[in-house]
């Protein structure tokens, strides 16, 4: 899509009241991202103790950062403000 935050609010406010429910063209981008970056863990843990870098935007690194703390996706509103 490439929106900018202040644009995307204005088109797509609507996510903010129930991200998880919210749904573009019959995709569940909250959802999505949630079951995204809980698949990543896998990969990232993979590396047995290695370092690893974790290059992402803003909303990746809160879902990552939540998934890891058993946070599921109904609370994104509280890490996307």
């Not at 690194?61 to 890490?79: D, E, K, P």
């Amino acid at each position: 899509m490439g929106l900018l935050k202040h644009k995307g609010k204005a088109r797509y406010g609507q996510w903010q009241i129930d991200g998880p429910k919210f749904n573009i063209d019959g995709h569940y981008p909250v959802s999505e991202l949630w079951a995204r970056a809980r698949s990543c863990w896998d990969k990232i843990l993979a590396h047995n103790g290695k370092s690893v870098l974790v290059v992402a935007h803003n909303a990746v690194n809160q879902a990552l950062i939540a998934t890891a703390m058993g946070i599921c996706s109904i609370f994104v509103w509280s890490y996307f403000k």
